[in-house]
């Protein structure tokens, strides 16, 4: 039988059982049943199946005062919520019910301990310390009787305080929850703290720290698991290593790849070593270590055995980390050529195996190119490409000019963790998408200075004097940014030089240029639904209808899904305006980015996605906010309406990223339109001379550098 096979056979038998435990009142039965089906769809990575069913067992458990099943079922949701998590709703819902359960008499104190701690702990993944502290003491105060309970509230202030920087502190607090977990006496519990507190005594700079820390390992090797073994020895090296003492952590990566009983820790080990290669800059031995992580992982994923489809992304996206690594160490051998190539065949053999998972057809699935097609494509249209990597210790960047035979490369001082600062989501203030947006473009400055630095900037302009057009391929939260309205120093913005057209990878490029209508057609599906600061959607809908068009259909107000999607693949170009949003009320990153179409209906991306290259369409202009932003769960997880829509069989979609104001958006597309619709410029131009426009009248950044063009620029 197929997996698909037996997870449906399954899935009608956890439905049977439901059914009868219904039937005969048996609500505690009926709802553990639900809560088994909902932890089959997530190892089986259906998220959206996932929720529903948890959603299913929490009402049934509440409702018939099943109140410590209903408590677990609230920790395992919210558990799984927090963690795909793009806009802060899950946590904004987390703290109401939260403030709910405190203000009950009945609330069981370790179950509050437990969501205390969980809010906690995305806060400090969110760098919101302040708030973190106060879900902290709460968290103290849930678990004041509850022993069992108080030592991870200590371990939780630990990593507070290590997040912080604030070592002694730190251990502190791992030293208080010790003697707890003796006094239990559970080997497991011991270890598990011991592990936390091995590193946290190496960041020490007191030498006495080191010793005890060297007589926990020693306790831990006895009475832990060999695992727990291996990991507090990868903590303790990753500990060296920021104390850059290379060689001693490189000693204990070598103690811990032996230790290690599992291939995905010998893995992570793996790729601890590469960092400490890197920084002794011994480029060849870290390639070598590169490329033995990524035989590891690809085993792996071929054999698909992640027990869930959150360890199967997290592996997938260690895949993509591990080939921008390489990427990075052949940049600094100048062996550029190979250097693009891995960056190249991480992002076309992730996205390839998104969409396998997915279930879309392997003939649809934009293969690996080579630089040498890119080169010969780019030279063919005096085209230029600028590609991203970003890591943690800076940012690569190639340059293909087709008048050099290879790649130029920068090494760039943007790193991994500056740039989730200036566009991640690490704000709570970006659950409010105006204020998000702002963020967004106020670091444009910064972005500037950091990815386009004067050399870059220099060659950028050199490329300018031959090319008109410049592919960038972005890279992490590089999604994000507003490259349009980024400044190429005095040379003024990066729009008044180039036209722009994103991309997740070259492979992607290969596939939307494939898609391109060699005779341009003017047939047009404009669909309207909604209002938004006083402007109809129909009413825009209807203007870009009334374009001198072949032919043209309107879809207005109360347009549902179906409709949509029916009349879509009759005509080559979509134009889209309407509300739009990225839920975290589902795991399912395609299901999370949505078109709202009124009376509550909603098209998903995911919809979209079905039609599988059915769409053919030569252009989707997506004239909603957020229309172009989606969930990112890996690095180049370039999901949402752009991923659907070009897999669907779109050549080109244009999007804003962010939240724009719908006047100016109607203003920017119609004069997008005008342009293009005569016929002798490229789409990218059309955007380019639109923007440029409103840029002249003085419209702020925010409105007029929002849209992005994705795909084939023609």
């Not at 130029?408 to 740039?419: A, E, K, N, V």
């Not at 995911?606 to 909603?624: I, S, Y």
Request: charged share 25%; aromatic share 8%.
């Amino acid at each position: 039988m197929s997996p698909v096979g037996k997870y449906e056979a399954t899935a009608a038998q956890f439905e049977e059982a439901y059914r009868e435990f219904l039937a005969y009142e048996q609500w505690q039965a009926a709802a553990q049943v639900r809560m088994q089906a909902a932890d089959w769809s997530y190892r089986h990575g259906l998220r959206g199946e996932f929720l529903a069913y948890l959603d299913e067992a929490l009402q049934l458990a509440e409702t018939h005062g099943l109140t410590k099943l209903a408590d677990q079922l609230r920790i395992k949701k919210y558990h799984s919520r927090l963690a795909a998590d793009p806009t802060g709703e899950a946590l904004q819902e987390l703290k109401r019910e939260l403030k709910r359960l405190r203000a009950s008499a009945g609330t069981d104190a370790a179950a509050l301990t437990d969501l205390e701690l969980l809010a906690a702990r995305r806060l400090i993944a969110l760098e919101v310390f302040d708030s973190a502290a106060e879900y902290l003491e709460a968290a103290q105060d849930a678990a004041r009787s509850l022993p069992h309970k108080q030592w991870l509230v200590q371990l939780e202030l630990a990593r507070w305080h290590e997040a912080q920087q604030q070592i002694e502190e730190a251990i502190r607090h791992a030293e208080e929850a010790l003697p707890i977990v003796r006094s239990l006496q559970i080997p497991m519990e011991i270890a598990q703290v011991l592990v936390t507190s091995i590193p946290l005594r190496t960041k020490s700079a007191d030498s006495a720290q080191h010793a005890v820390a060297e007589q926990e390992l020693e306790e831990l090797r006895r009475i832990g698991s060999p695992e727990d073994y291996a990991q507090a020895l990868l903590g303790r090296a990753q500990a060296y290593y920021e104390r850059q003492e290379f060689h001693l952590s490189l000693a204990d990566l070598g103690r811990a790849e032996q230790a290690s009983p599992t291939a995905e820790q010998r893995r992570r080990v793996i790729e601890q070593k590469l960092l400490s290669f890197h920084s002794l800059e011994q480029y060849e031995e870290a390639l070598d270590v590169a490329q033995r992580a990524v035989a590891f992982l690809e085993d792996q994923l071929n054999a698909d055995t992640a027990d869930s489809g959150a360890e199967w992304r997290d592996r997938l996206d260690e895949f993509e980390n591990l080939h921008v690594a390489a990427a990075w160490l052949l940049a600094k051998m100048e062996r550029g050529r190979e250097a693009f190539e891995w960056a190249e065949k991480g992002r076309a053999q992730s996205m390839r195996r998104e969409l396998a998972r997915l279930g879309i057809a392997a003939e649809a699935r934009p293969a690996r190119t080579t630089f040498n097609e890119v080169h010969a494509w780019l030279a063919a249209e005096q085209a230029a490409m600028l590609v991203f990597a970003v890591l943690n210790w800076g940012t690569l960047a190639l340059l293909l000019d087709p008048r050099a035979s290879d790649p130029q490369i920068f090494f760039l001082p943007l790193t991994g963790g500056r740039l989730r600062t200036l566009l991640g989501p690490q704000k709570e203030t970006r659950t409010d998408t105006e204020l998000w947006t702002e963020d967004i473009f106020n670091s444009a400055a910064d972005l500037s200075e950091q990815l386009l630095n004067p050399d870059l900037a220099e060659a950028l302009r050199r490329a300018a004097g031959y090319s008109d057009i410049l592919y960038i391929l972005p890279d992490s939260y590089l999604y994000l940014a507003p490259f349009a309205a980024l400044k190429l120093g005095d040379a003024g913005y990066l729009i008044e030089s180039f036209a722009l057209a994103c991309a997740p990878s070259a492979a992607v490029l290969a596939w939307c240029r494939s898609l391109h209508l060699q005779q341009r057609t003017s047939a047009c599906l404009a669909v309207g639904a909604g209002e938004s600061e006083g402007h109809k959607f129909a009413e825009q809908a209807r203007a870009v209808a009334d374009l001198p068009w072949r032919a043209h259909k309107v879809l207005l107000d109360e347009v549902t899904p179906e409709q949509v999607l029916g009349e879509a693949p009759q005509f080559p170009v979509l134009h889209l305006a309407c509300h739009g949003s990225v839920s975290s009320d589902t795991l399912e990153t395609m299901s999370a980015s949505r078109l709202e179409l009124g009376n509550g209906r909603k098209l998903t991306a995911k919809d979209v996605l079905q039609l599988d290259g059915r769409l053919r369409a030569e252009l989707v202009f997506m004239n909603v906010c957020q229309g172009g932003r989606f969930r990112m769960l890996t690095r180049t997880d370039v999901g949402g309406f752009v991923r659907a829509f070009i897999q669907a069989g779109t050549a080109t979609v244009v999007a804003p990223l962010v939240h724009v104001h719908p006047e100016s958006a109607q203003t920017l597309a119609m004069e997008y339109y005008r342009r293009w619709m005569q016929g002798d410029v490229t789409k990218a131009e059309a955007l380019r001379q639109a923007q440029l426009q409103l840029l002249r009248e003085g419209i702020e950044g925010r409105h007029w550098a929002s849209h992005v063009l994705f795909g084939d620029y023609r």
